[in-house]
T-cell receptor
């Protein structure tokens, strides 16, 4: 199993450009999520999905869109990049359970994004 | 709303000494608590979790954590620190049955030889 994979590893954008951060998992996990990591602020939840066709907002959703057409993939879209979106982005996946919600999350290696 | 506080930005400890990384939390329901570790330029790796049962939870690499409901704390501990334990540690909380996991700001652990 490859686990959780993310592409690209590093990206430089100009303000106003758009791009998609890719995330894929091969563990058949129902739950997937996107976080951003900024110094001194830990990880903040952007969006999450509990299954194909179902997404919801996290703590900091503004400026980001997501969709979940398959169980394996959960892309994160920046429609018009801003310098404030410079960050390291992590995708994670987890199995869900009937009563306890989530099991342990598995994280991808991250995408480092610089917006000029 | 859920929240997690890691009151120390950095913890310094000598190799062979015990270490503690502190975490307090706030949730409205039953807490599910997690510790993750991040090494430089890597993603987060799971260390341990508390769902229910014994208050003392044992995890990977000799780490353990103690759940204290009255103090709403979930401190990470290790009896004897190694230089290789130097990393960034994150505490996280999720309300039981929910899907949002909230992370603390992280504590950098530095173990000196």
């Amino acid at each position: 199993n490859a686990g959780v994979t993310q592409t690209p590893k590093f990206q430089v954008l100009k303000t106003g450009q758009s791009m998609t951060l890719q995330c894929a998992q091969d563990m058949n996990h129902e739950y997937m999520s996107w976080y951003r990591q900024d110094p001194g602020m830990g990880l903040r939840l952007i969006h999450y999905s509990v299954g194909a066709g179902i997404t919801d907002q996290g703590e900091v959703p503004n400026g980001y869109n997501v969709s979940r057409s398959t169980t394996e993939d959960f892309p994160l879209r920046l429609l018009s990049a801003a310098p404030s979106q410079t960050s390291v982005y992590f995708c994670a996946s987890s199995q869900t359970t009937g009563t306890s919600g989530l099991e342990t999350q598995y994280f991808g290696p991250g995408t480092r994004l610089l917006v000029l | 709303a859920q929240s997690v506080a890691q009151p120390e930005d950095q913890v310094n400890v000598a190799e062979g000494n015990p270490l503690t990384v502190k975490c307090t939390y706030s949730v409205s329901g039953n807490p599910y608590l997690f510790w993750y570790v991040q090494y430089p330029n890597r993603g987060l790796q799971f260390l341990l979790k508390y769902i229910t049962g014994d208050n003392l939870v044992k995890g990977s690499y000799g780490f353990e954590a103690e759940f204290n409901k009255s103090q709403t704390s979930f401190h990470l501990k290790k009896p004897s620190a190694l230089v290789s334990d130097s990393a960034l540690y994150f505490c996280a909380v999720r309300e039981g049955g929910g899907f949002k996991t909230i992370f603390g700001a992280g504590t950098r652990l530095f173990v000196k030889a």
